[in-house]
Protein backbone atom coordinates (compact mmCIF):
# COMPACT_ATOMS: atom_id res chain seq x y z
CA UNK A 1 0.00 0.00 0.00
CA UNK A 2 0.99 4.01 -0.39
CA UNK A 3 0.84 4.24 3.82
CA UNK A 4 3.54 1.57 3.89
CA UNK A 5 7.25 2.69 5.29
CA UNK A 6 10.11 1.65 3.12
CA UNK A 7 12.76 -0.59 4.85
CA UNK A 8 15.73 1.01 6.05
CA UNK A 9 18.76 -0.48 4.07
CA UNK A 10 21.16 -2.62 5.95
CA UNK A 11 24.55 -1.07 5.82
CA UNK A 12 27.46 -3.95 5.60
CA UNK A 13 29.71 -4.14 8.50
CA UNK A 14 32.99 -2.19 6.87
CA UNK A 15 31.04 0.35 5.15
CA UNK A 16 29.45 1.07 8.81
CA UNK A 17 33.04 0.86 9.88
CA UNK A 18 34.38 3.33 7.97
CA UNK A 19 31.68 5.57 8.01
CA UNK A 20 31.95 5.93 11.66
CA UNK A 21 35.22 6.49 10.77
CA UNK A 22 34.65 9.45 8.70
CA UNK A 23 32.34 10.83 11.29
CA UNK A 24 35.06 10.57 14.05
CA UNK A 25 37.71 12.35 11.90
CA UNK A 26 35.04 14.88 10.98
CA UNK A 27 34.51 16.31 14.13
CA UNK A 28 38.12 16.61 15.04
CA UNK A 29 39.15 18.33 11.60
CA UNK A 30 35.77 20.70 12.82
CA UNK A 31 37.45 21.04 16.75
CA UNK A 32 41.02 21.69 15.59
CA UNK A 33 39.43 24.13 13.16
CA UNK A 34 38.70 26.59 16.22
CA UNK A 35 40.54 25.77 18.94
CA UNK A 36 44.50 26.25 19.34
CA UNK A 37 44.81 22.85 21.24
CA UNK A 38 46.76 19.76 18.98
CA UNK A 39 44.21 17.03 18.86
CA UNK A 40 45.49 13.43 18.87
CA UNK A 41 44.66 12.13 16.10
CA UNK A 42 46.17 8.78 15.61
CA UNK A 43 44.66 7.78 19.51
CA UNK A 44 41.14 7.75 17.78
CA UNK A 45 42.55 5.67 14.81
CA UNK A 46 43.71 3.13 17.28
CA UNK A 47 40.80 2.51 19.01
CA UNK A 48 38.75 2.28 16.31
CA UNK A 49 40.73 -0.55 15.21
CA UNK A 50 40.24 -2.15 18.33
CA UNK A 51 36.53 -1.76 17.86
CA UNK A 52 36.29 -2.89 14.31
CA UNK A 53 37.72 -5.99 14.89
CA UNK A 54 34.20 -7.75 14.48
CA UNK A 55 33.72 -6.11 11.17
CA UNK A 56 37.25 -7.09 10.11
CA UNK A 57 37.12 -10.99 10.94
CA UNK A 58 33.55 -11.68 9.10
CA UNK A 59 34.50 -9.66 5.93
CA UNK A 60 35.30 -11.02 2.89
CA UNK A 61 36.88 -9.67 -0.33
CA UNK A 62 33.66 -8.90 -2.37
CA UNK A 63 32.79 -6.81 0.98
CA UNK A 64 35.79 -4.77 0.67
CA UNK A 65 36.36 -4.53 -2.72
CA UNK A 66 32.12 -2.88 -2.40
CA UNK A 67 33.23 -0.71 0.03
CA UNK A 68 35.89 0.46 -1.63
CA UNK A 69 33.46 1.58 -4.96
CA UNK A 70 30.95 2.96 -2.65
CA UNK A 71 33.43 5.02 -0.37
CA UNK A 72 36.26 6.04 -2.42
CA UNK A 73 35.90 8.38 -4.78
CA UNK A 74 38.02 7.94 -8.13
CA UNK A 75 38.78 11.16 -8.79
CA UNK A 76 40.31 12.03 -5.23
CA UNK A 77 43.48 11.17 -4.13
CA UNK A 78 42.51 7.72 -2.97
CA UNK A 79 42.02 6.53 -6.97
CA UNK A 80 45.52 3.98 -6.73
CA UNK A 81 43.39 2.01 -3.91
CA UNK A 82 40.60 2.33 -5.62
CA UNK A 83 41.72 0.92 -8.78
CA UNK A 84 43.91 -2.07 -6.19
CA UNK A 85 40.96 -2.93 -4.69
CA UNK A 86 38.47 -3.30 -7.76
CA UNK A 87 40.88 -5.63 -9.35
CA UNK A 88 39.97 -7.98 -6.58
CA UNK A 89 36.55 -7.57 -7.29
CA UNK A 90 37.19 -8.85 -10.52
CA UNK A 91 39.16 -11.28 -9.56
CA UNK A 92 36.80 -12.59 -6.82
CA UNK A 93 33.74 -14.85 -8.57
CA UNK A 94 31.53 -15.64 -4.61
CA UNK A 95 29.39 -12.72 -5.51
CA UNK A 96 26.01 -14.31 -7.35
CA UNK A 97 24.51 -11.79 -10.11
CA UNK A 98 21.17 -11.01 -8.21
CA UNK A 99 23.18 -9.64 -5.33
CA UNK A 100 25.09 -7.20 -7.84
CA UNK A 101 21.87 -6.12 -9.38
CA UNK A 102 20.56 -5.20 -6.18
CA UNK A 103 23.08 -3.36 -4.94
CA UNK A 104 23.37 -1.65 -8.76
CA UNK A 105 19.53 -0.93 -7.94
CA UNK A 106 20.20 0.35 -4.56
CA UNK A 107 22.99 2.98 -6.15
CA UNK A 108 20.82 3.99 -8.32
CA UNK A 109 18.08 5.12 -5.85
CA UNK A 110 20.88 6.65 -2.95
CA UNK A 111 23.23 9.37 -3.79
CA UNK A 112 26.43 8.19 -3.75
CA UNK A 113 28.59 10.18 -0.81
CA UNK A 114 32.13 9.57 -1.24
CA UNK A 115 34.77 9.90 2.30
CA UNK A 116 36.54 13.18 2.57
CA UNK A 117 37.52 13.44 6.34
CA UNK A 118 38.94 9.93 6.50
CA UNK A 119 39.84 8.82 2.91
CA UNK A 120 43.12 7.85 3.15
CA UNK A 121 42.50 6.08 6.37
CA UNK A 122 39.93 3.92 5.00
CA UNK A 123 41.91 3.13 1.76
CA UNK A 124 44.79 1.99 3.76
CA UNK A 125 42.77 0.19 6.02
CA UNK A 126 40.81 -1.33 3.44
CA UNK A 127 43.72 -2.56 1.80
CA UNK A 128 45.26 -4.12 4.95
CA UNK A 129 41.79 -6.62 4.68
CA UNK A 130 42.04 -7.11 1.43
CA UNK A 131 46.04 -8.56 2.42
CA UNK A 132 44.92 -10.39 5.58
CA UNK A 133 41.90 -12.46 3.58
CA UNK A 134 44.57 -13.00 0.87
CA UNK A 135 47.25 -14.27 3.33
CA UNK A 136 44.72 -16.58 4.87
CA UNK A 137 43.12 -17.90 1.25
CA UNK A 138 46.50 -18.63 -0.05
CA UNK A 139 48.16 -20.24 3.01
CA UNK A 140 47.74 -18.64 6.20
CA UNK A 141 51.13 -19.43 7.87
CA UNK A 142 53.70 -18.79 5.29
CA UNK A 143 54.58 -16.85 1.69
CA UNK A 144 51.84 -15.81 -0.27
CA UNK A 145 52.47 -13.99 -3.20
CA UNK A 146 49.02 -12.23 -3.90
CA UNK A 147 49.09 -10.83 -0.56
CA UNK A 148 53.08 -9.90 -0.87
CA UNK A 149 52.29 -7.88 -3.61
CA UNK A 150 49.25 -6.22 -2.29
CA UNK A 151 51.20 -5.15 0.87
CA UNK A 152 54.22 -3.60 -1.19
CA UNK A 153 51.54 -1.70 -3.36
CA UNK A 154 49.50 -0.50 0.17
CA UNK A 155 52.52 0.30 1.79
CA UNK A 156 53.94 2.63 -1.15
CA UNK A 157 50.96 4.24 -1.16
CA UNK A 158 50.38 4.43 2.50
CA UNK A 159 53.93 6.24 2.39
CA UNK A 160 52.91 8.65 -1.03
CA UNK A 161 50.19 9.84 1.36
CA UNK A 162 52.50 10.92 3.86
CA UNK A 163 55.43 12.28 1.32
CA UNK A 164 52.11 14.43 0.05
CA UNK A 165 50.51 15.25 2.99
CA UNK A 166 51.51 18.37 5.57
CA UNK A 167 49.29 17.85 7.93
CA UNK A 168 46.68 15.30 10.04
CA UNK A 169 49.15 12.63 8.83
CA UNK A 170 48.88 10.99 12.09
CA UNK A 171 45.87 9.20 11.28
CA UNK A 172 47.65 7.02 8.81
CA UNK A 173 50.40 5.54 11.74
CA UNK A 174 48.46 2.83 13.14
CA UNK A 175 47.65 1.76 9.27
CA UNK A 176 50.97 1.68 7.96
CA UNK A 177 51.60 0.03 11.30
CA UNK A 178 49.66 -2.91 9.89
CA UNK A 179 50.43 -2.99 6.99
CA UNK A 180 54.42 -3.22 7.67
CA UNK A 181 53.25 -6.38 9.94
CA UNK A 182 51.30 -7.82 7.18
CA UNK A 183 53.95 -7.50 4.75
CA UNK A 184 56.54 -9.74 7.37
CA UNK A 185 53.88 -12.06 7.52
CA UNK A 186 53.33 -12.81 4.03
CA UNK A 187 57.01 -12.69 3.02
CA UNK A 188 58.76 -15.81 3.04
CA UNK A 189 62.38 -16.62 4.80
CA UNK A 190 64.08 -16.32 1.56
CA UNK A 191 62.81 -12.85 0.36
CA UNK A 192 62.83 -11.38 4.26
CA UNK A 193 66.10 -10.56 3.36
CA UNK A 194 64.98 -8.52 0.07
CA UNK A 195 63.33 -6.88 2.63
CA UNK A 196 65.82 -5.63 5.29
CA UNK A 197 67.06 -2.51 3.66
CA UNK A 198 63.78 -1.10 2.98
CA UNK A 199 62.68 -1.96 6.46
CA UNK A 200 65.43 -0.28 7.68
CA UNK A 201 64.93 2.80 5.72
CA UNK A 202 61.23 2.86 6.69
CA UNK A 203 62.18 2.67 10.57
CA UNK A 204 64.59 5.09 10.07
CA UNK A 205 61.71 7.41 8.75
CA UNK A 206 59.10 6.42 11.56
CA UNK A 207 62.16 7.63 13.94
CA UNK A 208 62.23 11.07 12.46
CA UNK A 209 58.56 11.91 12.00
CA UNK A 210 57.66 10.45 15.71
CA UNK A 211 55.83 7.50 14.43
CA UNK A 212 55.97 5.51 17.29
CA UNK A 213 53.24 2.40 16.18
CA UNK A 214 55.58 1.67 12.94
CA UNK A 215 58.36 2.68 14.92
CA UNK A 216 57.85 -0.37 17.37
CA UNK A 217 56.54 -3.07 14.83
CA UNK A 218 59.33 -2.17 12.00
CA UNK A 219 61.73 -2.68 15.19
CA UNK A 220 59.99 -6.11 16.31
CA UNK A 221 60.33 -7.26 12.64
CA UNK A 222 64.07 -6.97 12.11
CA UNK A 223 64.48 -8.39 15.68
CA UNK A 224 62.03 -11.78 14.40
CA UNK A 225 64.02 -11.44 10.75
CA UNK A 226 67.09 -12.06 12.87
CA UNK A 227 66.72 -14.76 15.30
CA UNK A 228 64.82 -16.38 12.28
CA UNK A 229 68.20 -16.83 10.29
CA UNK A 230 70.27 -17.31 13.98
CA UNK A 231 72.49 -13.79 13.57
CA UNK A 232 71.90 -13.42 16.98
CA UNK A 233 74.89 -11.48 17.19
CA UNK A 234 73.30 -8.39 15.30
CA UNK A 235 70.08 -9.11 17.05
CA UNK A 236 71.82 -8.20 19.99
CA UNK A 237 73.90 -4.96 18.45
CA UNK A 238 70.26 -3.87 17.00
CA UNK A 239 68.91 -4.52 20.63
CA UNK A 240 71.53 -2.34 21.99
CA UNK A 241 71.54 0.20 19.50
CA UNK A 242 67.50 1.11 19.66
CA UNK A 243 65.05 2.38 21.83
CA UNK A 244 62.02 1.09 21.95
CA UNK A 245 59.10 3.79 22.34
CA UNK A 246 57.05 3.94 25.42
CA UNK A 247 53.69 4.67 24.15
CA UNK A 248 53.92 1.91 21.64
CA UNK A 249 51.02 -0.02 22.45
CA UNK A 250 50.94 -3.35 24.87
CA UNK A 251 50.88 -6.05 22.09
CA UNK A 252 54.07 -4.48 20.56
CA UNK A 253 55.64 -4.26 23.96
CA UNK A 254 55.07 -7.93 24.92
CA UNK A 255 56.88 -8.65 21.25
CA UNK A 256 59.53 -6.58 22.31
CA UNK A 257 60.00 -8.80 25.43
CA UNK A 258 60.00 -12.22 24.07
CA UNK A 259 62.34 -11.36 21.30
CA UNK A 260 64.33 -9.42 24.16
CA UNK A 261 64.22 -12.84 26.11
CA UNK A 262 64.98 -15.08 23.21
CA UNK A 263 68.13 -13.22 22.44
CA UNK A 264 69.60 -12.77 26.08
CA UNK A 265 68.68 -16.66 26.42
CA UNK A 266 70.85 -17.57 23.28
CA UNK A 267 73.80 -14.97 24.90
CA UNK A 268 73.55 -16.83 28.24
CA UNK A 269 71.97 -13.89 30.29
CA UNK A 270 69.67 -16.43 31.45
CA UNK A 271 68.70 -13.83 34.63
CA UNK A 272 67.68 -11.16 32.14
CA UNK A 273 66.01 -13.42 29.94
CA UNK A 274 63.65 -14.69 32.75
CA UNK A 275 63.04 -11.17 33.90
CA UNK A 276 61.80 -10.31 30.43
CA UNK A 277 59.49 -13.55 29.59
CA UNK A 278 57.98 -12.93 33.11
CA UNK A 279 57.29 -9.15 32.55
CA UNK A 280 56.17 -10.53 28.73
CA UNK A 281 53.73 -13.46 30.02
CA UNK A 282 52.12 -10.76 32.85
CA UNK A 283 51.78 -8.09 30.02
CA UNK A 284 50.28 -10.73 27.73
CA UNK A 285 46.52 -10.90 27.21
CA UNK A 286 44.77 -13.59 28.79
CA UNK A 287 41.77 -14.31 25.91
CA UNK A 288 43.39 -14.11 22.91
CA UNK A 289 47.11 -15.05 21.25
CA UNK A 290 47.14 -18.39 22.81
CA UNK A 291 49.75 -19.42 20.29
CA UNK A 292 51.85 -16.44 21.28
CA UNK A 293 51.57 -17.40 24.89
CA UNK A 294 52.50 -20.91 24.65
CA UNK A 295 55.46 -20.00 22.79
CA UNK A 296 56.72 -17.41 25.69
CA UNK A 297 56.02 -20.05 28.34
CA UNK A 298 57.82 -22.75 26.71
CA UNK A 299 60.72 -20.72 26.38
CA UNK A 300 59.98 -19.22 29.80
CA UNK A 301 60.33 -23.16 31.23
CA UNK A 302 63.51 -23.59 29.75
CA UNK A 303 65.04 -20.81 31.06
CA UNK A 304 64.61 -21.48 34.53
CA UNK A 305 65.79 -25.30 33.97
CA UNK A 306 69.26 -23.61 32.93
CA UNK A 307 68.92 -21.62 35.62
CA UNK A 308 68.52 -24.08 37.99
CA UNK A 309 65.56 -23.95 39.04
CA UNK A 310 62.40 -26.63 38.59
CA UNK A 311 59.20 -25.14 37.26
CA UNK A 312 55.82 -25.50 39.24
CA UNK A 313 53.58 -28.12 38.09
CA UNK A 314 50.92 -26.01 37.80
CA UNK A 315 52.22 -23.93 34.78
CA UNK A 316 52.22 -27.15 32.76
CA UNK A 317 48.70 -27.57 33.58
CA UNK A 318 47.63 -24.21 32.27
CA UNK A 319 44.45 -24.65 30.35
CA UNK A 320 45.11 -24.76 26.34
CA UNK A 321 48.69 -25.60 27.54
CA UNK A 322 48.43 -29.30 28.08
CA UNK A 323 49.12 -30.57 24.87
CA UNK A 324 52.13 -28.05 23.43
CA UNK A 325 53.71 -28.29 26.98
CA UNK A 326 54.14 -32.06 27.60
CA UNK A 327 57.41 -32.52 25.92
CA UNK A 328 58.68 -29.86 28.24
CA UNK A 329 57.29 -31.84 30.87
CA UNK A 330 59.01 -34.94 30.31
CA UNK A 331 62.33 -32.91 29.89
CA UNK A 332 61.50 -30.93 32.95
CA UNK A 333 60.96 -34.28 34.99
CA UNK A 334 64.44 -35.47 33.79
CA UNK A 335 65.81 -32.62 34.58
CA UNK A 336 64.50 -33.50 38.35
CA UNK A 337 65.60 -36.89 38.76
CA UNK A 338 69.21 -36.34 37.35
CA UNK A 339 68.13 -38.90 34.68
CA UNK A 340 70.52 -38.63 31.67
CA UNK A 341 69.09 -41.79 29.73
CA UNK A 342 65.48 -40.57 29.75
CA UNK A 343 66.33 -36.79 29.03
CA UNK A 344 68.50 -38.07 25.84
CA UNK A 345 65.48 -40.73 25.05
CA UNK A 346 62.97 -37.70 25.05
CA UNK A 347 64.95 -34.74 23.74
CA UNK A 348 65.87 -37.78 20.53
CA UNK A 349 61.78 -38.70 20.60
CA UNK A 350 60.80 -35.00 20.49
CA UNK A 351 63.82 -33.30 18.24
CA UNK A 352 61.77 -32.42 15.71
CA UNK A 353 59.01 -30.36 17.52
CA UNK A 354 61.81 -29.00 19.18
CA UNK A 355 63.96 -27.88 16.21
CA UNK A 356 60.23 -26.17 14.83
CA UNK A 357 59.99 -24.43 18.50
CA UNK A 358 63.39 -22.54 18.21
CA UNK A 359 64.00 -24.20 21.72
CA UNK A 360 66.41 -27.88 20.38
CA UNK A 361 69.37 -25.00 21.16
CA UNK A 362 68.46 -23.97 24.57
CA UNK A 363 67.65 -27.95 25.17
CA UNK A 364 70.97 -29.27 24.13
CA UNK A 365 72.47 -27.55 26.99
CA UNK A 366 70.45 -28.86 29.51
CA UNK A 367 72.65 -32.21 29.41
CA UNK A 368 75.43 -30.45 32.16
CA UNK A 369 72.31 -29.16 34.30
CA UNK A 370 70.85 -33.12 34.15
CA UNK A 371 74.31 -34.54 34.99
CA UNK A 372 74.55 -31.89 37.63
CA UNK A 373 70.96 -32.36 39.13
CA UNK A 374 72.12 -36.76 39.35
CA UNK A 375 75.18 -35.82 41.24
CA UNK A 376 73.74 -33.58 43.97
CA UNK A 377 70.67 -36.16 44.59
CA UNK A 378 73.45 -38.87 44.71
CA UNK A 379 75.34 -36.86 47.24
CA UNK A 380 72.32 -36.26 49.38
CA UNK A 381 71.16 -39.57 49.57
CA UNK A 382 74.91 -41.62 49.88
CA UNK A 383 77.54 -40.67 52.36
CA UNK A 384 80.20 -42.90 49.70
CA UNK A 385 79.08 -44.66 46.64
CA UNK A 386 81.44 -46.05 44.05
CA UNK A 387 82.03 -44.15 40.87
CA UNK A 388 80.72 -47.67 39.26
CA UNK A 389 77.57 -46.97 40.83
CA UNK A 390 77.54 -43.42 39.90
CA UNK A 391 78.37 -44.61 36.50
CA UNK A 392 75.39 -46.50 36.53
CA UNK A 393 73.14 -44.37 37.75
CA UNK A 394 73.57 -41.27 35.55
CA UNK A 395 73.87 -43.28 32.42
CA UNK A 396 77.79 -42.90 31.63
CA UNK A 397 79.47 -45.12 29.80
CA UNK A 398 82.29 -46.51 32.38
CA UNK A 399 83.72 -45.24 35.25
CA UNK A 400 86.48 -43.12 34.28
CA UNK A 401 83.65 -40.77 33.03
CA UNK A 402 81.93 -40.65 36.08
CA UNK A 403 85.35 -39.67 37.67
CA UNK A 404 85.76 -36.58 35.11
CA UNK A 405 82.21 -35.80 35.69
CA UNK A 406 82.43 -35.91 39.26
CA UNK A 407 85.91 -33.68 39.34
CA UNK A 408 84.41 -31.12 37.46
CA UNK A 409 81.23 -30.84 39.81
CA UNK A 410 83.27 -30.88 42.95
CA UNK A 411 85.91 -28.14 40.91
CA UNK A 412 82.15 -26.32 40.09
CA UNK A 413 81.14 -26.36 43.86
CA UNK A 414 78.07 -28.37 42.86
CA UNK A 415 79.21 -31.23 45.27
CA UNK A 416 81.02 -30.31 48.43
CA UNK A 417 83.05 -33.99 48.12
CA UNK A 418 86.19 -36.11 47.53
CA UNK A 419 87.80 -38.93 45.10
CA UNK A 420 89.21 -41.35 46.42
CA UNK A 421 91.15 -42.85 43.24
CA UNK A 422 92.34 -45.82 45.31
CA UNK A 423 89.54 -46.99 46.24
CA UNK A 424 87.64 -45.80 43.15
CA UNK A 425 84.71 -44.12 45.39
CA UNK A 426 83.19 -41.05 46.46
CA UNK A 427 83.10 -39.49 50.16
CA UNK A 428 80.64 -36.88 50.72
CA UNK A 429 81.03 -34.11 53.35
CA UNK A 430 78.90 -33.23 55.70
CA UNK A 431 76.08 -30.40 54.65
CA UNK A 432 76.92 -27.22 55.86
CA UNK A 433 74.46 -24.54 56.97
CA UNK A 434 73.39 -22.81 54.10
CA UNK A 435 72.97 -19.68 56.12
CA UNK A 436 76.48 -19.27 56.44
CA UNK A 437 77.31 -18.89 52.51
CA UNK A 438 76.43 -16.09 50.34
CA UNK A 439 73.32 -17.67 48.96
CA UNK A 440 70.65 -16.24 51.01
CA UNK A 441 72.10 -12.35 50.70
CA UNK A 442 71.68 -13.34 47.10
CA UNK A 443 68.22 -14.20 47.11
CA UNK A 444 67.93 -11.07 49.09
CA UNK A 445 69.25 -8.84 46.52
CA UNK A 446 66.99 -10.19 43.80
CA UNK A 447 64.04 -9.61 45.57
CA UNK A 448 65.21 -6.29 46.20
CA UNK A 449 65.86 -5.32 42.66
CA UNK A 450 62.74 -6.80 41.68
CA UNK A 451 60.65 -4.70 44.39
CA UNK A 452 62.74 -1.48 43.17
CA UNK A 453 62.02 -1.77 39.66
CA UNK A 454 57.93 -2.67 39.90
CA UNK A 455 58.21 0.61 42.59
CA UNK A 456 60.17 2.83 39.29
CA UNK A 457 57.34 1.03 36.88
CA UNK A 458 54.21 2.13 39.10
CA UNK A 459 55.35 5.71 39.41
CA UNK A 460 56.23 5.55 36.11
CA UNK A 461 52.90 4.98 35.33
CA UNK A 462 51.42 6.74 37.75
CA UNK A 463 48.61 9.46 36.10
CA UNK A 464 49.29 13.05 38.07
CA UNK A 465 46.12 15.23 38.75
CA UNK A 466 45.03 16.88 35.21
CA UNK A 467 44.26 20.14 36.38
CA UNK A 468 47.99 20.79 38.80
CA UNK A 469 49.48 22.30 36.11
CA UNK A 470 47.32 24.74 34.00
CA UNK A 471 47.88 27.56 36.09
CA UNK A 472 51.34 27.74 35.66
CA UNK A 473 51.46 26.67 31.90
CA UNK A 474 48.52 29.68 31.56
CA UNK A 475 50.68 32.03 33.42
CA UNK A 476 53.84 31.55 31.22
CA UNK A 477 51.96 31.39 27.81
CA UNK A 478 50.66 34.51 28.64
CA UNK A 479 46.92 32.86 27.70
CA UNK A 480 43.87 35.17 27.09
CA UNK A 481 40.46 33.90 28.78
CA UNK A 482 39.30 33.05 24.93
CA UNK A 483 42.01 30.92 24.37
CA UNK A 484 41.21 28.73 27.98
CA UNK A 485 37.66 28.37 27.16
CA UNK A 486 38.61 26.84 23.73
CA UNK A 487 41.38 24.59 25.28
CA UNK A 488 38.33 23.43 27.94
CA UNK A 489 36.26 22.77 24.57
CA UNK A 490 38.82 20.40 23.60
CA UNK A 491 39.35 18.56 26.78
CA UNK A 492 35.21 18.17 26.32
CA UNK A 493 35.14 16.79 22.80
CA UNK A 494 38.24 14.54 23.49
CA UNK A 495 36.09 13.10 26.24
CA UNK A 496 32.68 12.95 24.72
CA UNK A 497 35.46 10.76 21.70
CA UNK A 498 36.06 8.38 24.87
CA UNK A 499 32.54 8.12 25.89
CA UNK A 500 31.68 6.91 22.42
CA UNK A 501 33.99 4.14 22.25
Known amino acids: SDDATPETPVIPPVEAACKRLERLLGRSEASTATTTVF ?62 DANANASTLTPVVYLSAAAREAEAWLISLAVRLLWKAENGNGAAPKALAL ?40 YSSHLRP ?22 NIMLHD ?159 ISLADVADRLGLPNASSAEFVVAKAVRDGVIDATIDHAGGYVQSHDLVDVYATTEPAEAFHRRIAYCLTTHNDAVRGMRYPPDAYKKQLEASRGMEEDDIIDEEKAQELEDEYDEDF
Request: with cysteine.
Open 226 to 384: LLNVSQVEQAQKLLSNSTFPEAASNNQLCRYLYHSGRIQALRLEYTSAFSNLSQCLRKVPTNTGLGFRIAVQRLLVVVQLLMGEIPERSVFDTKGMVNELAPYMKITQAVRRGDLAVFGETVQEHAERLKADYTFTLISRLEHSVVKAGLRRLNMSYSR
Open 198 to 219: AIVHAHRMSCLRRDVDTQATLL
Open 151 to 190: AHKGVAIVEGHLTASTSASATLFPLLARLYRFQSLTASDD
Open 39 to 100: FNPSKVVRKWLGTSSGAAGAATLSDVSSAALKLLDPEGPCAAGLALLSELSEEDTSMDVSDS
